[in-house]
């Protein structure tokens, strides 16, 4: 949340002339409703069992740059699909870095209410580990995103080396 998957997979996806999707939008289209209103109508739990249905219907098609959510790659059975059916980037950004970027919009659910910086900071403990299993781990500083574009890009010609 906030490491710029969004931003920074559009802007990857033009530079590798490939088709970019967000899995969180593709979420909403297919429930018709918000992740928020998914959140407070159904819980974390069927959204995440959507969440999931959605990415292998994704990562199914045409190749394209996906953006999950950062809850995601924590679910065994969608991680696998990851791992198994993508090259996958962790996009790794220090909390200072993630509060200020979280802080510009207010539909997060799970920051709802609640100290972003305590929050990121458990989160980063429980997830960390598991994002490390990622194939690339790139920094998502505060600097410009073209900076991490580059910096995904030069990993990517390792593996195609």
């Not at 890009?153 to 390792?158: G, N, Q, T």
Request: aromatic residues 4%; hydrophobic residues 40%.
């Amino acid at each position: 949340m906030g490491s710029g998957k969004s931003t920074i997979g559009r802007r990857l996806a033009q530079r590798l002339s490939m088709p970019f999707a967000d899995a969180d939008d593709e979420i909403e289209r297919a429930a018709g409703m918000t992740i928020t209103d998914i959140f407070a109508k159904f819980g974390e739990a069927h959204f995440r069992d959507g969440e999931r249905r959605v990415i292998a219907r994704l990562l199914a098609g045409r190749p394209l740059v996906l953006a999950t959510g950062g809850g995601a790659f924590i679910n065994d059975e969608t991680r696998a699909l990851i791992l198994q059916d993508s090259l996958c980037i962790w996009l790794d950004a220090d909390i200072p870095t993630l509060v200020e970027r979280t802080a510009r919009r207010s539909h997060r659910p799970l920051l709802k209410g609640r100290d972003a910086g305590q929050v990121l900071r458990e989160l980063a403990t429980q997830r960390n580990p598991t994002y490390a299993e990622a194939h690339v781990r790139v920094s998502s500083a505060s600097s410009p995103h073209e900076h991490t574009v580059r910096a995904i890009l030069e990993e990517l010609s390792k593996w195609n080396a």
